[in-house]
């Protein structure tokens, strides 16, 4: 069965402290990781997509790495818009979910 | 327009209610999704549309959930009977091409609230 995990489950960082969020995945036939940002009472909004291992991506302070096993999220030097949830979710046959990495940047 | 649209964006039912979850894809998107989202959880997948038929309803939670697509564009999510542990948010997402394709970003709206009281 197709798994995704994601952690920390909560992640609290000083404004400037970099640090990276983990997905590790269980799927067959992946086509596709995909990384969104979700901000309370909003909809995902898409960040990245990933198809494999090996590829990167970036946006502004956010890279997102991609292995055969898992996905990081590195923030470089956050700031405090960079609090949210940051889901991970892989593509087979549909589209599944971890259960999010909760993101408090302090100023 | 120029994003998903979901209406309405918070709804309260008393148990036992029937409600309508509308949802307005991106124009031209052929896939669209319907996910649930309990608090603090991420989206679990409910059902999946490719135009108007609907290929995938394995996600739908009991029989009182039917979703419909008539005519490829707007979608409705109907829950019948509502229970306590309907509460949630309802997402609605949309992409351009079909699900086993690649580069098939998907696009999210903001949900719709259902509270059962």
């Known amino acids: 069965e197709d798994q995704v995990t994601q952690s920390p489950e909560a992640l609290r960082l000083q404004e400037g402290e970099s640090s990276s969020l983990n997905c590790s995945y269980t799927v067959s036939g992946l086509r596709g990781l995909f990384w969104y940002r979700q901000d309370p009472g909003k909809g995902p909004e898409f960040l990245f997509t990933l198809y494999s291992a090996g590829e990167e991506k970036e946006k502004e302070r956010l890279k997102a790495t991609l292995t055969k096993k898992e996905s990081f999220l590195h923030i470089t030097a956050p700031k405090p818009e960079d609090s949210a949830t940051y889901l991970c979710a892989v593509r087979a046959n549909d589209m599944r979910f971890g259960a999010g990495t909760r993101l408090t940047v302090k100023p | 327009g120029a994003g998903v649209s979901q209406s309405p964006r918070y709804k309260v039912a008393k148990r036992g209610q029937d409600v309508a979850l509308r949802c307005d894809p991106i124009?031209?998107?052929?896939?669209l999704f319907w996910y649930q989202q309990a608090l603090g959880q991420g989206p679990e997948f409910l059902t999946y549309f490719q135009n108007e038929a609907q290929l995938d309803k394995s996600g739908l939670p009991s029989d009182r959930f039917f979703a419909e697509r008539p005519e490829g564009s707007v979608s409705t999510l109907k829950i019948q009977r509502t229970q306590q542990e309907d509460s949630a948010v309802y997402l609605c997402?949309?992409?351009?091409?079909?699900?086993?394709?690649?580069?098939?970003?998907?696009?999210f709206g903001e949900g719709s609230w259902l509270t059962v009281v």
């Open positions: 997402a949309s992409s351009l091409a079909s699900v086993t394709g690649s580069g098939n970003t998907i696009y």
């Open positions: 124009s031209g998107h052929v896939s």
